[in-house]
C-alpha cells in the first residue's frame, strides 16, 4: 500500500481511502467497524467523511457515520493511527444541519459544522477539513461538459449578492487552523475557477493553502483531465477521487438492466449521474473490456483510477466485507500500457458520459 503525499503538506496519505458514506444507512455500526478493521490490517491509514453522512442524506440519519467512525477510533485508541478528514456542507436549504435553517458557507455554521463533527466524531481536531460542495450556484460536481446560464445579480456582472465571498470563507478556515481544530484545507467537487480563486486568496495571505480536491473521477467520467489535472499539478493539490466505480455502474452488476436486491440503485433514486443517455452501454462496453483483461470489472475499474499519476488517493466505498476485499486489492494489479490504449480508444468515441 504505497504512500503519497497530500498536496504540500507533511502527511503521506495511502493511495487507498476508505469511504463511509453507506454506514449508518446501508451499513450498521459494526458493520463499519469490521469495514475499518480490514483497510487498517491492510495498511490503509486515510478515512473520508462528512458531516452529511450518511447517504442519501436526511435528518434522522445525518451524523451517524461520524459517530460509527468515532466508535471505532474509542475502542482502538488509535486516533494517532487515523489520517481522519470531514467536510462541511455548502449552501443547503436543508433545515437540519443548522438547528432548523438553511446553511451557507459563513462563519457561524463553519464554526457549528466543526464542533459538530469534532464531537461526534471524539476528536479535538481533524487532519483534512473540506467544502463538501461551492456556494456557488455551479452546476453539481463542478466539471460539467454542458454549462447554462450562472446566476448573477440583474444589474451587474458577478456573483448573486448573497453568496459568501470566497475569502471570508477562507478566514474562517484559518481561525479553524489557528486553534487547532483542523490541520489542512481541501475542496469537494470544485471547478478550475474555483480552486484558482481559492490559491488566490490564500497567496495574498487570506486563509490556508488548498491541499486537496475531491472529485469524481472514473472510466465514465474524466473530466478532472479537461483543465483540473494541470491546475492541480501545477499548483500542489492533491486529487482525492471519489465514486471510482461509477456508484457502481462499472462492477458489472447493473449491466443489461439488472437491478439486484439490496443494491444502491434498486434502494435509493440516486443514480442519475450514471443513467444518462447512452451512459448504460458505455459502462457494459468498460465492463466488458475488464473482462476480455480477466479482470472482474470493480477491479479493473478501481486499478484504473489509482493509476493515474494525478490522483493522490482512490476513496473506494463497500457495502459488504467481498466488495471492500475487491478494491483493497486493486494495489497489486499493475496497469498495463495495452490497457490505457484500450480505455483510451473507448474514450476517444464515448467521450464522458456521465460527467
Not at 31 to 37: L, S, T
Not at 54 to 66: L, N, S, Y
Not at 103 to 117: N, T
Request: with cysteine; glycine share 8%.
Amino acid at each position: 500500500m504505497h504512500k503519497r503525499r497530500l498536496g504540500r503538506t507533511d502527511l503521506l496519505v495511502t493511495q487507498i481511502c476508505l469511504g463511509s458514506m453507506t454506514w449508518g444507512q446501508q451499513n450498521t455500526e459494526a458493520e463499519g467497524h469490521a469495514q475499518m478493521d480490514l483497510a487498517f490490517s491492510r495498511g490503509v491509514n486515510f478515512i473520508d467523511t462528512a458531516e452529511l453522512y450518511p447517504i442519501p442524506p436526511k435528518a434522522e440519519t445525518q451524523g451517524r457515520t461520524e459517530k460509527i467512525i468515532g466508535s471505532w477510533m474509542k475502542a482502538k485508541g488509535n486516533r494517532d493511527k487515523v489520517i481522519l478528514a470531514s467536510k462541511v456542507v455548502g449552501r443547503t436549504a436543508n433545515s437540519w444541519f443548522r438547528g432548523d435553517r438553511p446553511s451557507q458557507l459563513v462563519r457561524a455554521d463553519i464554526l457549528d459544522a466543526i464542533d459538530k463533527s469534532l464531537a461526534k466524531l471524539g476528536t479535538d481536531y481533524l487532519d483534512l477539513y473540506q467544502i463538501h460542495w461551492p456556494e456557488r450556484d455551479i452546476p453539481w460536481g463542478a466539471n460539467p461538459t454542458r454549462v447554462g446560464a450562472v446566476a448573477r445579480r440583474p444589474d451587474a456582472i458577478g456573483a448573486p449578492a448573497d453568496e459568501t465571498p470566497i475569502k471570508e470563507t477562507l478566514a474562517v478556515f484559518e481561525e479553524l487552523v489557528k486553534a487547532g481544530k483542523i490541520r489542512h484545507f481541501g475542496l469537494s467537487n470544485e471547478s478550475s475557477w474555483g480552486v484558482m480563486r481559492f490559491l488566490a486568496e490564500a497567496d495574498k495571505g487570506v486563509g490556508p493553502r488548498v491541499a486537496s480536491i475531491q472529485n469524481a473521477y472514473n472510466l465514465v467520467n474524466r473530466t478532472f483531465e479537461v483543465n483540473l489535472a494541470e491546475v492541480c499539478e501545477r499548483e500542489g493539490v492533491s486529487l482525492l477521487a471519489y465514486s471510482p466505480l461509477a456508484q457502481g455502474y462499472l462492477t458489472g452488476k447493473y449491466d443489461h438492466g439488472a437491478r439486484p436486491q439490496g443494491s444502491r440503485s434498486q434502494l435509493f433514486n440516486r443514480g442519475q449521474r450514471y443513467e444518462t443517455p447512452n451512459a448504460a452501454e458505455v459502462q457494459l462496453e468498460y465492463n466488458e473490456l475488464a473482462r476480455s483483461f480477466g479482470l472482474e470489472p470493480a477491479l479493473f475499474a478501481n486499478t484504473y483510477v489509482s493509476s493515474r499519476p494525478f490522483v493522490t488517493s482512490n476513496i473506494v466505498g463497500a457495502t459488504t466485507i467481498s466488495q471492500l476485499e475487491m478494491a483493497l486489492s486493486s494495489v497489486d494489479v499493475v496497469w498495463t500500457e495495452e490497457m490505457q490504449k484500450a480505455v483510451d480508444s473507448i474514450h476517444q468515441r464515448v467521450g464522458n458520459p456521465c460527467p
